[in-house]
């Protein structure tokens, strides 16, 4: 069967461990050497990936790129706008022409229904670079930096601050998959949604206190309030800022914990400078292991791995 990527639960824990071994593995192996060499073993040899932003990107298309390229592979970067699909032509026909071209596609899009439907007429992997609903190529580097750090996922407390968003419903899928727990504060009218939280299998939770989502927590994440496409809402940056995450927040968690943000970040709003530029930040290790993540995503995809 193909093997598509559009959620965690496609690959199970038992495949996102063993994607993080090998991101781990890989990340350390090249070591010192020149970011545009190829892997070793080159295992993507001959493939092409092709990636589809109807959305602006920086991390995902610099990493997807990155990734196929140390792999061995090639890729096609499209902009949605100056395709035929910007123009009319359907998600499904697309995918049906794309099958005759490449052998897999990336697509970074707003509606989560257009990458199942890539998924669905496509005859080669399709990957989820981001959608309204989840972002589980996010989450694979968030997982990856965690365990780069020195802590195992099991039993940990992690803890969201802010909005109820994509990002979180994918932190919540990998809490329930790989056994850690995830506490998130978001205000009145942003929660996250009870069919998000249920990813979690029973481990995912939302409180209204920021103090007590960080009280104890090993992680604490964060992401922009305004998401690409959102108008600027004064109402909703007035309602979020009690949610900012500041020295005084991060006090309450673990003396040990750390801070991770998926970029790019608006500081003085979700997060303050001296959080992004203190010694429990980990966002630069994190933004880097999107390339690693990715490789092993893609090595999954063409059945390399699990």
């Not at 993507?44 to 990636?51: E, K, P």
């Not at 035929?84 to 490449?102: M, N, P, W």
């Not at 195992?152 to 809490?175: F, H, M």
Request: glycine share 8%.
């Amino acid at each position: 069967m193909t093997r598509h990527f559009l959620n965690l639960s496609d690959a199970g824990a038992d495949a996102i461990a063993a994607m993080l071994a090998d991101a781990l593995d890989r990340k350390n192996a090249r070591a010192g050497w020149p970011k545009g060499k190829v892997d070793a073993d080159a295992p993507l040899a001959g493939r092409v990936l092709a990636m589809i932003f109807e959305k602006n990107s920086t991390r995902t298309r610099v990493s997807f790129d990155m990734a196929i390229r140390q792999l061995g592979g090639t890729s096609i970067v499209m902009d949605a706008g100056s395709m035929q699909l910007g123009r009319g032509e359907s998600i499904a026909d697309t995918a049906r022409v794309l099958s005759g071209y490449v052998d897999a596609i990336m697509i970074r899009t707003d509606d989560h229904a257009k990458v199942v439907e890539m998924a669905q007429y496509a005859s080669m992997p399709v990957i989820n670079g981001l959608t309204d609903a989840s972002h589980p190529c996010q989450i694979i580097a968030d997982l990856l930096t965690i365990i780069d750090s020195g802590r195992a996922l099991p039993g940990l407390k992690v803890a969201w601050l802010g909005d109820g968003n994509n990002v979180l419903a994918s932190i919540a899928e990998a809490a329930g998959l790989m056994h850690f727990d995830v506490v998130a504060a978001c205000p009145q009218g942003f929660q996250p949604s009870d069919e998000d939280l249920a990813l979690g299998k029973g481990r995912a939770r939302c409180v209204a206190s920021p103090h007590e989502a960080v009280e104890g927590a090993d992680v604490i994440v964060t992401d922009t309030w305004i998401s690409m496409g959102q108008a600027h809402a004064d109402t909703k940056l007035d309602a979020m800022m009690p949610y900012q995450v500041t020295p005084a927040l991060m006090a309450s968690a673990r003396p040990d914990a750390v801070f991770l943000h998926c970029l790019p970040a608006h500081r003085g709003e979700e997060v303050t400078a001296d959080v992004i530029d203190g010694p429990q930040s980990l966002i630069w290790a994190e933004a880097e292991n999107r390339l690693h993540a990715q490789k092993s995503i893609l090595r999954w995809c063409f059945g390399q791995i699990g």
